[in-house]
T-cell receptor
Framework: NAGVTQTPKFQVLKTGQSMTLQCAQD?????MSWYRQDPGMGLRLIHY???????DQGEVPNGYNVSRSTTEDFPLRLLSAAPSQTSVYFC????????????FGPGTRLTVT | KNEVEQSPQNLTAQEGEFITINCSYS?????LHWLQQHPGGGIVSLFM???GKKKHGRLIATINIQEKHSSLHITASHPRDSAVYIC??????????FGQGTRLTINP
């Protein structure tokens, strides 16, 4: 199993550009989530999904969209990138209800100039 | 005030020392997660705790639910233990609430 994979590893965007961060898992996990990690702050939840076709907002959802058309994939879309979205983004997954342990992807370092 | 507080924020020690990292939280939880993040690397799970104590190699994690406190201990520390250690609590079935992390540096 590859676990949780993320692409790209690094990305530089100009303000106003859009892009999609990819996340995939091959563990048949129901729950997937996106976090951002900023210096001096803990990881913060952006969006999450409890299964295909179901998504919900986390703590810091503004400026981001998600969809969950398959169990495996959970892409994160930046609609119009802003410098405040410069961060490291982590995708995570876990099995459904009753399971607490999350598995994290390797992260995507995004810089918006 | 953050719901999850870790101390210390930074810790430097010599190889072989016994290390303790603390995590205090203010919400009711279902479980607590200790994570490790190496420089430039991803995040890996060390322990998932809902009560008592767990041990894996030189790492020991304890939790006191009544006092809302958990500790991560490293015995016989080694430079390869240098990393950021993150405490995360699970107030419900789905979400994690993270501490800010403790940066540990072990010098040879």
């Amino acid at each position: 199993n590859a676990g949780v994979t993320q692409t790209p590893k690094f990305q530089v965007l100009k303000t106003g550009q859009s892009m999609t961060l990819q996340c995939a898992q091959d563990m048949n996990h129901e729950y997937m989530s996106w976090y951002r990690q900023d210096p001096g702050m803990g990881l913060r939840l952006i969006h999450y999904s409890v299964g295909a076709g179901i998504t919900d907002q986390g703590e810091v959802p503004n400026g981001y969209n998600v969809s969950r058309s398959t169990t495996e994939d959970f892409p994160l879309r930046l609609l119009s990138a802003a410098p405040s979205q410069t961060s490291v983004y982590f995708c995570a997954s876990k099995t459904g209800q009753g399971s607490y342990e999350q598995y994290f992807g390797p992260g995507t370092r995004l810089t918006v100039t | 005030k953050n719901e999850v507080e870790q101390s210390p924020q930074n810790l430097t020690a010599q190889e072989g020392e016994f290390i303790t990292i603390n995590c205090s939280y203010s919400v009711g939880i279902s479980a607590l997660h200790w994570l490790q993040q190496h420089p430039g690397g991803g995040i890996v799970s060390l322990f998932m705790l809902s009560s008592g104590k767990k041990k894996h190699g030189r790492l020991i994690a304890t939790i006191n639910i009544q006092e809302k406190h958990s500790s991560l201990h490293i015995t016989a520390s080694h430079p390869r233990d240098s990393a950021v250690y993150i405490c995360a609590v699970i107030p419900g079935a789905q979400k994690l609430v993270f501490g800010q992390g403790t940066r540990l540096t072990i010098n040879p």
